[in-house]
């Protein structure tokens, strides 16, 4: 019976949540196009004067801005129809001509008031919901300054409550994995900020609860964020929502909870990510369920196809290399890697300290369960680049900041391995 209680629980917390996330869209969906047509029109001038995938730093291939899915983005919500909201929201339609670039079929749409004619409703564009009511006061390039303002405000904050509280191992690991990352590049593109920002306030309220001893509240916790993932994020490192906010809330409870048998935060983590993926697969599904029900048309052929192209597809290569070259062109894409000779060899530089500070330092007991707790995070963006090899190999340049919550477990683990003073509590 407390089974049912708790199931029936998590589906009207889901129910809630897609109800108020769907509104809230929907409510977007209502602002009239000519309110935010004249900050369309310059964000639409201010992405063509630039490349569609320009790189910030010539050969960098981690500092590539992709402008393309931006043009999309905002295409969509200036082609919604403030008269049929739900409609618009659904269907996501923009103008799409083959022979032009996105950013010019964007501006095309802005001067010449095209009709949209194209759809794009396998996901939910969530992010509208803030970039609609944004652009009423301000252009792309604004919004850009102010989502890395909001960033770095919440970055600071998620290291100042680590540091207060004297989780110098989590906080060390954070700010390597932000570096690792070229985090920094983030807020040049609406796609690549949402789910930082989205992990970014989980941790932020994942680790005040775990201070404060608030286990009640995890498995709500996680289904809401896989939830906003799904609704938010463009498929582009939506693991970081779980992984980072749930690694940062093992490390508190290990220390919290000393004395617990090796299996419990096994269980435990295990459940957080069942329950994010409940929420982040089924928010899609409602998407798609919706979408069906509104339009009254059978979605799933174009649905499928496009879930098709990314696990496989065909770039003239073998199976093998598109899967490891998936892994490695991540790999390749981490802060310094791509800086030249000097940068592969701070790198190599950095890996033989952390191994020799593991291996000298060595603490006579070393909790292995711990260990491989972390590490079985650690591999999940790997596991993630090898199921969705397709895209990971070809957006490598933003699928690669995944592993931040790599870095972060390499650097937890070096405090269970190595006996290090700055890493005590």
Same mark, same amino acid.
């Given at each position: 019976?407390?089974?049912?209680?708790?199931?029936?629980? +998590? #589906? &009207?917390?889901?129910? $809630?949540?897609?109800? /108020?996330?769907?509104?809230? =869209?929907?409510?977007?969906? *209502?602002?009239?196009?000519?309110?935010?047509?004249?900050?369309?029109?310059?964000?639409?001038?201010?992405?063509?004067?630039?490349?569609?995938?320009?790189?910030?730093?010539?050969?960098?291939?981690?500092?590539?801005?992709?402008?393309?899915?931006?043009?999309?983005?905002?295409?969509?919500?200036?082609?919604?129809?403030?008269?049929?909201?739900?409609?618009?929201?659904?269907?996501?339609?923009?103008?799409?001509?083959?022979?032009?670039?996105?950013?010019?079929?964007?501006?095309?749409?802005?001067?010449?008031?095209?009709?949209?004619?194209q759809q794009y409703m396998r996901y939910w564009h969530g992010s509208i919901a803030v970039v609609r009511p944004l652009l009423l006061f301000f252009n792309i390039r604004q919004? +850009? #300054? &102010?989502?890395?303002? $909001?960033?770095?405000? /919440?970055?600071?904050?998620? =290291?100042?409550?680590?540091? *207060?509280?004297?989780?110098?191992?989590?906080?060390?690991?954070?700010?390597?994995?932000?570096?690792?990352?070229?985090?920094?590049?983030?807020?040049?593109?609406?796609?690549?900020?949402?789910?930082?920002?989205?992990?970014?306030?989980?941790?932020?309220?994942?680790?005040?609860?775990?201070?404060?001893?608030?286990?009640?509240?995890?498995?709500?916790?996680?289904?809401?964020?896989?939830?906003?993932?799904?609704?938010?994020?463009?498929?582009?490192?939506?693991?970081?929502?779980?992984?980072?906010?749930?690694?940062?809330?093992?490390?508190?409870?290990?220390?919290?909870?000393?004395?617990?048998?090796?299996?419990?935060?096994?269980?435990?983590?295990?459940?957080?990510?069942?329950?994010?993926?409940?929420?982040?697969?089924?928010?899609?599904?409602?998407?798609?369920?919706?979408?069906? =029900?509104?339009?009254?048309?059978?979605?799933?052929?174009?649905?499928?196809?496009?879930?098709?192209?990314?696990?496989?597809?065909?770039?003239?290569?073998?199976?093998?290399?598109?899967?490891?070259?998936?892994?490695?062109?991540?790999?390749?894409?981490?802060?310094?890697?791509?800086?030249?000779?000097?940068?592969?060899?701070?790198?190599?530089?950095?890996?033989?300290?952390?191994?020799?500070?593991?291996?000298?330092?060595?603490?006579?007991?070393?909790?292995?369960?711990?260990?491989?707790?972390?590490?079985?995070?650690?591999?999940?963006?790997?596991?993630?680049?090898?199921?969705?090899?397709?895209?990971?190999?070809?957006?490598?340049?933003?699928?690669?900041?995944?592993?931040?919550?790599?870095?972060?477990?390499?650097?937890?683990?070096?405090?269970?391995?190595?006996?290090?003073?700055?890493?005590?509590?």
């Amino acid at each position: 019976m407390q089974a049912v209680k708790h199931s029936l629980k +998590y #589906i &009207l917390v889901f129910l $809630i949540t897609v109800m /108020l996330l769907t509104g809230i =869209l929907v409510l977007s969906a *209502k602002i009239p196009k000519s309110a935010i047509e004249d900050n369309i029109h310059e964000s639409a001038v201010y992405l063509c004067e630039g490349e569609l995938f320009g790189m910030k730093i010539n050969g960098v291939n981690s500092s590539k801005i992709d402008r393309y899915a931006d043009s999309i983005l905002l295409g969509i919500a200036y082609g919604y129809d403030s008269e049929h909201p739900i409609r618009s929201v659904m269907q996501s339609l923009y103008y799409h001509l083959d022979t032009q670039n996105e950013n010019e079929n964007l501006l095309d749409a802005v001067e010449n008031d095209y009709e949209p004619n194209q759809q794009y409703m396998r996901y939910w564009h969530g992010s509208i919901a803030v970039v609609r009511p944004l652009l009423l006061f301000f252009n792309i390039r604004q919004i +850009y #300054i &102010l989502n890395g303002i $909001i960033m770095t405000s /919440l970055v600071i904050c998620l =290291l100042t409550i680590l540091i *207060k509280n004297k989780a110098y191992a989590p906080a060390i690991g954070v700010a390597a994995g932000l570096i690792a990352t070229a985090s920094w590049f983030v807020p040049f593109s609406l796609e690549y900020t949402w789910s930082y920002m989205i992990m970014l306030i989980m941790s932020i309220i994942g680790v005040q609860l775990a201070f404060r001893g608030r286990k009640d509240y995890a498995g709500i916790f996680f289904m809401i964020g896989g939830v906003v993932t799904s609704y938010m994020d463009f498929l582009t490192t939506e693991t970081l929502t779980l992984l980072i906010p749930l690694i940062l809330i093992l490390w508190i409870s290990m220390r919290k909870e000393e004395n617990v048998t090796r299996f419990y935060f096994v269980k435990k983590s295990v459940k957080a990510a069942g329950i994010w993926i409940c929420g982040y697969v089924g928010m899609w599904l409602m998407k798609w369920t919706m979408a069906a =029900l509104v339009l009254k048309e059978n979605v799933w052929p174009y649905i499928s196809e496009h879930i098709g192209e990314r696990l496989g597809g065909d770039i003239g290569i073998s199976p093998w290399q598109y899967i490891t070259g998936a892994v490695f062109r991540n790999i390749k894409c981490l802060f310094p890697l791509e800086y030249g000779v000097i940068g592969i060899l701070v790198a190599i530089v950095l890996l033989l300290t952390v191994a020799y500070f593991g291996y000298v330092y060595r603490k006579k007991n070393i909790r292995k369960n711990r260990v491989l707790i972390y590490a079985a995070a650690g591999i999940v963006p790997y596991i993630r680049y090898i199921i969705l090899h397709n895209h990971s190999y070809l957006h490598c340049f933003f699928t690669y900041r995944a592993q931040m919550a790599t870095i972060l477990v390499i650097v937890l683990i070096l405090e269970e391995m190595a006996e290090l003073k700055y890493f005590r509590k």
